[in-house]
């Protein structure tokens, strides 16, 4: 389904290719199937919405702007998705997946700031006050996901979300964390052993 965007380049949609093959690897994790997904600084929902049309349970939107969170509302409603989404319009740097009471916790998050926004990346780093929210969101097998540019390396560490994986596509970089102390099984569970890649080249395994 092509998703609808705000025009302008308020939103930065994760290219299909590159969507594939983060894909690609979470389902190593027996991820998204059955899974309570949230979408952090998501745009227009372009991740949150393929983790349901891959069988996710449920995804929290959250998105700070009010004229792209519009947008993203029309994309969950064209895809047949309302009941499984909740949009919440906040900065998701003071919220992190933004539970409610009752509400099980999250098996995976994608966290998809602007880059300017994690050139930083020390323990002092908004982006490290944002991992030490989802510690109490998340449940045990969770990943969490980061985008940044490739230029920016992520800390081992933070907090007890330790590096589990990083790929490269083209000019961005994807980190996945996981915490280090696990409990259940259930979503999230590594299927085999991973194959880690440090780097592809798009535009070179296309030619």
Not at 188 to 196: I, K, Q
Not at 198 to 207: F, K
Request: net charge negative; glycine share 8%.
């Amino acid at each position: 389904m092509k998703l609808q965007s705000p025009g302008s380049d308020l939103s930065r949609p994760i290219l299909d290719r590159v969507k594939e093959s983060l894909y690609s690897v979470l389902y190593q994790y027996a991820l998204p199937a059955e899974a309570m997904v949230a979408d952090l600084f998501c745009g227009v929902g372009s991740l949150g919405l393929e983790a349901l049309s891959r069988g996710a349970e449920f995804v929290t939107f959250v998105e700070r702007d009010t004229k792209i969170s519009a947008v993203l509302e029309k994309n969950i409603a064209k895809a047949g998705f309302v009941k499984e989404t909740r949009v919440i319009t906040t900065n998701a740097f003071q919220v992190g997946a933004a539970t409610v009471p009752g509400q099980a916790k999250y098996d995976l998050v994608f966290v998809d700031p602007p880059y300017p926004l994690t050139r930083d990346v020390g323990l002092a780093s908004q982006l490290a006050r944002l991992m030490n929210l989802l510690e109490t969101q998340v449940t045990d097998q969770a990943l969490v996901s980061v985008r940044t540019d490739k230029k920016t390396g992520l800390l081992q560490q933070y907090g007890r979300f330790e590096l589990l994986d990083r790929r490269v596509w083209g000019s961005m970089a994807v980190c996945l964390l996981r915490l280090r102390h696990t409990g259940h099984t259930g979503a999230g569970d590594a299927v085999g052993e991973p194959v880690f890649l440090d780097e592809i080249d798009l535009d070179q395994r296309e030619t």
